[in-house]
């Protein structure tokens, strides 16, 4: 089978996708949760697994990446707390191996 593709660059700056419907649902999370949730849209395109909804997070990259930008890492007590609140509402889904995750899109 023979394939033609046309490759164009629509915007070369990154970008993330939110549906102001449901917006509110960020309102609603604690400030540790908050703070992850803004690591992984700003960081989607180095953590992603290829193209697809699985991301990579630890502790670990949450906190160095809180760390650069002058925030103090929350302790691993209240870092699992806040994974626990993402995945009870819905913001990720833990997979079979951890530290992968699918985020909802």
């Known amino acids: 089978v023979a394939q033609i593709r046309r490759i164009m660059t629509v915007d070369s700056d990154p970008f993330v996708k939110l549906f102001t419907a449901e917006l ?20 989607i395109g180095r953590i992603r697994l290829g193209e697809g909804d699985q991301v990579y997070i630890t502790e670990k990259s949450i906190g160095d990446t809180l760390s650069e930008h002058g925030i103090t890492p929350p302790s691993s007590a209240t870092y699992y707390r806040a994974m626990e609140e993402l995945i009870a509402k819905g913001f990720v889904a833990p997979s079979t191996n951890t530290p992968l995750y699918y985020i909802n899109p």
């Open 24 to 43: 509110n649902r960020f309102f609603d999370l604690t400030p540790t949760a908050l703070r992850i949730v803004t690591v992984l849209i700003q960081n």
